[in-house]
């Protein structure tokens, strides 16, 4: 994947949502969610009070990309980092972009049982994209 796929797979910082005190459940259903250019599988699930996302799936050209920035285990890392309710089907968190080293602020809401949009900023939000993770029912094959 190139470092635009991969910043446009993940999320990237966001300004900051004003949190709410109603709790949030985690996103309905299963937990398996895949990224639309289908190159990354992520397991979400809680991390204490939190919600977090485990890579469990990407396809040779993520693999690639980041092994190239050093990361030599893929599968396993944790992408998707200490979401926290912030709205009505809505978290705000943590992602770490495996191709370039770094974590980012980053915000998931839900749009159906069926799709998250994963939506981020970079230069305090003058520059923004969003996608739409689609939920699936097993790990892809390669």
């Avoid at 397991?43 to 092994?67: F, K, P, Y």
């Avoid at 599968?75 to 309710?85: A, E, N």
């Avoid at 998931?108 to 699936?136: F, H, M, Y």
Wanted: aromatic share 6%; with cysteine; glycine share 10%.
């Amino acid at each position: 994947m190139s470092r635009r796929g991969t910043i446009m797979a993940v999320i990237l910082a966001l300004a900051a949502a004003t949190p709410v005190a109603a709790v949030t459940p985690a996103p309905a259903g299963g937990d398996l969610w895949l990224n639309p250019h289908r190159s990354v599988a992520v397991h979400m699930g809680s991390c204490g009070d939190r919600l977090c996302g485990w890579i469990v799936w990407a396809n040779e050209e993520a693999l690639s990309d980041a092994h190239d920035a050093g990361i030599d285990h893929l599968v396993g890392t944790t992408l998707l980092q200490d979401y926290r309710p912030s709205g009505v089907r809505r978290w705000k968190g943590t992602v770490f972009v495996p191709d370039m080293g770094h974590s980012f602020a980053s915000e998931i809401d839900e749009i159906n049982p069926g799709a998250l949009k994963v939506k981020g900023c970079v230069l305090g939000g003058l520059i923004c994209k969003s996608q739409i993770w689609t939920r699936i029912a097993s790990v892809p094959r390669a």
